[in-house]
């Protein structure tokens, strides 16, 4: 399959989504949201697709998240929010094959959707994490709760409150056991298609029941939290146009420039 937003091949019982808009830094608009989870829809029924690796073309970034371009409509209702992140995931689309992340460059905000429902992460040494949402005045709540599930609660309480003054470094995310192992820049996805083939290689009923036992043992926990968040997302959240205009004000070049990385 292959979109103007998402890339797919599959060689070796392994498929391997690229999220291919370099040029935003792999950010997803709504048409990429839509074609990345109807591909995972997909998978549940191709039985050449084992397992699976996701990644972000061009190096320099994993995903951004949401792109800032996309018009998102909202409903009126306080109590309802319309995030059209929510379904990018494999997990969110019932596909119990086990997915790993291969991260180059940055992985923030709205990545933490496909971070959070992977098995594991492989990960460039030059690979940064981060969380911008409180900086531009928005609740960090369906990352922050999807990261909790894989982090210590100290790590992702500060990556998700200092927003874009705090930057994870790889060394330290392989250190807290976010990332799994750690490449040369340029060799994660090619790392994380190698354990991708082991997976594979595996009777296929097996490694999903694995996977739907392993989520099994935090599912109740995550479904409650994430219950709260579109309540706490309507509270917490400034209105769009002040949100925008932090968005604007931002520093350039220098580049939302943080601390040195962790």
């Not at 926990?221 to 709260?228: D, S």
Request: hydrophobic share 45%; with cysteine.
């Amino acid at each position: 399959m292959t979109s103007p937003g998402v890339r797919a091949e599959t060689a070796n019982g392994v498929a391997l989504v690229t999220l291919d808009r370099p040029a935003r830094h792999n950010a997803l608009d709504l048409a990429t949201a839509a074609e990345l989870a109807a591909l995972w829809r997909e998978f549940r029924f191709d039985d050449t697709v084992r397992a699976a690796v996701v990644t972000g073309a061009g190096g320099r970034a994993f995903c951004t998240g949401i792109d800032r371009a996309a018009d998102v409509p909202q409903p009126s209702s306080p109590f309802s929010v319309d995030d059209p992140l929510l379904r990018i995931g494999p997990k969110a689309n019932d596909l119990w094959k086990p997915v790993l992340a291969a991260v180059e460059g940055m992985a923030c905000g709205g990545a933490f959707y496909l971070l959070g429902e992977a098995e594991f992460i492989i990960a460039a040494e030059d690979a940064t994490f981060f969380d911008p949402h409180t900086a531009y005045g928005m609740v960090s709540a369906y990352e922050s709760i999807l990261m909790a599930q894989r982090m210590p609660y100290g790590e992702i309480a500060r990556l998700a409150l200092m927003g874009t003054a705090e930057r994870l470094g790889a060394r330290r995310a392989h250190a807290i056991g976010l990332v799994s192992e750690l490449t040369r820049p340029g060799a994660a996805a090619q790392t994380a298609l190698r354990r991708a083939e082991v997976l594979a290689a595996q009777p296929t009923e097996a490694v999903q029941g694995t996977v739907r036992a392993l989520w099994a043992a935090k599912e109740a926990t995550r479904a409650q939290a994430l219950a709260h968040a579109p309540q706490l997302i309507a509270l917490g959240n400034l209105p769009p146009d002040r949100q925008a205009a932090l968005f604007t004000a931002r520093p350039r070049n220098t580049g939302d420039a943080p601390p040195p990385v962790r």
